[in-house]
């Protein structure tokens, strides 16, 4: 590791003394004492992250002192960084703005900021970066027309259904009809997620064109996109200005078309990964990671000082009080911003109403189940009984990898990171080792207790790209730690539950997935931006046969 020599200020902000210069990533380098002196902070790594992120920097590698009194950090300025939850404030029109800045001189920390997540414009172009990084920077126009995942659409399709769907949804909040081309409404409203041992068997969807040449151009998807983007900044300007009324239903409508957005640009990611290396392009404007020192790193994080942990029997609520019934009143009226509004986290529909459930007694394994682990079940005691997991790949010297955004990297680099592949093939582990994946309660419960999340630096909201080792479980934290990066597969079914108010802003989003295949996946992936990954209640659901999801899991234990 090295940094380049340059002009050097030393700035002070919340206790880090760094050092400001364009640093220069290499695997063999050294560190250069004059140029780049170690600094002294007396923060927490969360800590760090937040001043960085701040910032716009981001660490690409942290080393630290033989006495761990200091940390140097490698950053980069990259592309986008986003910024934790509690430093990104919701968007509230003007005359709410400043009731609440009179509330928070009222209530004490940490009452304040309040929940509302409804995004402001400033939110909307960090995701319209992250978006246009994905579809454009790492999508060369070979990939276009391919389909890196079977079971879903081509490439292009989903950079017409993004626009295509927040120009629809803006429609039925505020009115006017579809942007130019119109027909974009028909080809791009919806993808598919069909039945993974019945592709046939499909929830309803577009009917997209079947020749590459009737597709339209990239060309013309672009500029339906900026007039798509024009719109909503016409619309937040209404708002500010007055001249439109915030209701629920268009407050509702800009937490779901943003966080719909990046929803897709993970789910994009699951497709692109399986072309890294032979198509889809690294990241641009982030630094390759040093992986073999990084890998270094990785060896030395102590295990867990026991390999499971008790939970429970204990009361938890699942689920927060945001319904969409209460959007209208029972004339049709839109309901009007008011106070609430402060403290409103809006939601999709299945996260929907809080609801308390009892959690019996169970024991946790500390971290989810690792690439080596699995390796070493699917070689074994699993050979002919699961399958190799879709993010990993043989070589053609037969080599097994991992696949990551950047290409894939050697096993033994990525042997500590959570594996990710199927439920159904991580139920055969949990067997194997005489337990079984946790309910939703369970790991709700366990989530709640030990994750530290995006908030306290656990590796979330494209901290990195790929996964890293978990490090729950040590005594001097209490436990807590973060997961790796992985969404956790749950043995619960995504099914109805008492009091759930299905959308209308997107008719079947949760109720067309009520089928017996899909399950509940909790948590957060190293993709899932922080809106998402910050709030407790997401409810993420995959199909238990699906082997392309970012989803790891935990066994759990009956007592």
């Not at 309040?114 to 414009?121: E, G, Q, V």
């Not at 119109?182 to 499909?202: A, L, M, N, S, T």
């Not at 997991?389 to 990171?417: C, F, I, N």
């Not at 790991?443 to 979330?460: K, S």
Request: hydrophobic share 35%; net charge negative; glycine share 8%.
């Amino acid at each position: 590791m090295g940094m380049t020599t340059g002009r050097w200020s030393r700035e002070d902000l919340n206790g880090v003394s760094y050092y400001a210069t364009v640093p220069s990533v290499s695997e063999d380098a050294d560190i250069d004492s004059k140029a780049a002196p170690p600094f002294f902070t007396e923060q927490s790594f969360s800590d760090h992250q937040h001043v960085f992120g701040l910032a716009g920097a981001r660490s690409v590698i942290s080393i630290p002192s033989t006495d761990n009194k200091r940390i140097l950090y490698v950053l980069e300025k990259p592309t986008v960084v986003f910024p934790t939850l509690s430093q990104t404030r919701g968007f509230l029109p003007p005359a709410l703005e400043a009731r609440a800045q009179s509330l928070v001189l009222q209530r004490p920390a940490p009452s304040f900021p309040p929940k509302a997540n409804i995004p402001n414009l400033e939110e909307w172009k960090k995701i319209w970066t992250a978006w246009d990084l994905v579809t454009l920077g790492m999508t060369p126009s070979s990939m276009l027309h391919q389909k890196p995942i079977d079971l879903r659409h081509k490439c292009l399709f989903y950079i017409g259904h993004i626009p295509t769907f927040l120009d629809m949804l803006l429609s039925k909040s505020i009115g006017g009809g579809a942007s130019e081309p119109q027909y974009f409404w028909k080809i791009f409203e919806r993808g598919i997620d069909p039945h993974v041992d019945d592709p046939d068997h499909c929830h309803n969807h577009s009917e997209v064109p079947e020749k590459d040449e009737d597709w339209p151009t990239i060309d013309l998807i672009m500029s339906f996109r900026d007039a798509v983007r024009a719109r909503l900044a016409k619309l937040y300007a209404e708002l500010e200005s007055g001249e439109r009324a915030l209701t629920r239903n268009i407050a509702r409508t800009l937490v779901m078309t943003i966080e719909h957005e990046a929803w897709h640009i993970e789910t994009l990611l699951y497709m692109l990964i399986q072309r890294a290396g032979t198509g889809t392009l690294p990241p641009p404007g982030f630094v390759t990671p040093p992986f073999a020192r990084l890998s270094q790193q990785w060896d030395v994080i102590p295990p867990p000082s026991t390999p499971s942990v008790q939970l429970g029997p204990a009361t938890i609520t699942l689920g927060h009080e945001d319904s969409e019934g209460d959007d209208f009143t029972t004339d049709g009226k839109a309901v009007e911003a008011d106070e609430s509004f402060l403290f409103q986290e809006w939601g999709w529909d299945n996260e929907s109403p809080a609801r308390t459930v009892e959690v019996g007694a169970f024991r946790a394994e500390w971290r989810p189940i690792s690439n080596s682990e699995f390796e070493a079940y699917w070689r074994g005691e699993g050979k002919d009984k699961v399958s190799m997991p879709k993010s990993w790949v043989l070589s053609e010297d037969g080599e097994l990898q991992v696949r990551t955004v950047y290409g894939p990297v050697a096993m033994e680099v990525a042997k500590h990171w959570p594996v990710m592949t199927a439920y159904d093939d991580l139920v055969q582990y949990a067997r194997w080792k005489g337990g079984r994946l946790p309910t939703e309660p369970e790991l709700r419960l366990f989530l709640d207790t030990y994750e530290v999340g995006h908030e306290n630096g656990a590796n979330v909201g494209f901290r990195n790209w790929h996964p890293v080792p978990a490090t729950t479980g040590l005594e001097q934290y209490g436990g807590r730690g973060s997961n790796g990066g992985v969404w956790e597969w749950t043995s619960t079914l995504f099914d109805n539950h008492d009091g759930l108010v299905p959308t209308n802003l997107f008719t079947g989003y949760s109720t067309d997935f009520f089928d017996t295949k899909h399950h509940v996946v909790l948590g957060a992936s190293y993709a899932t931006v922080p809106r998402l990954a910050s709030r407790r209640t997401v409810r993420n659901f995959w199909q238990h046969n699906y082997p392309y999801p970012w989803v790891g899991a935990r066994v759990v234990y009956d007592l």
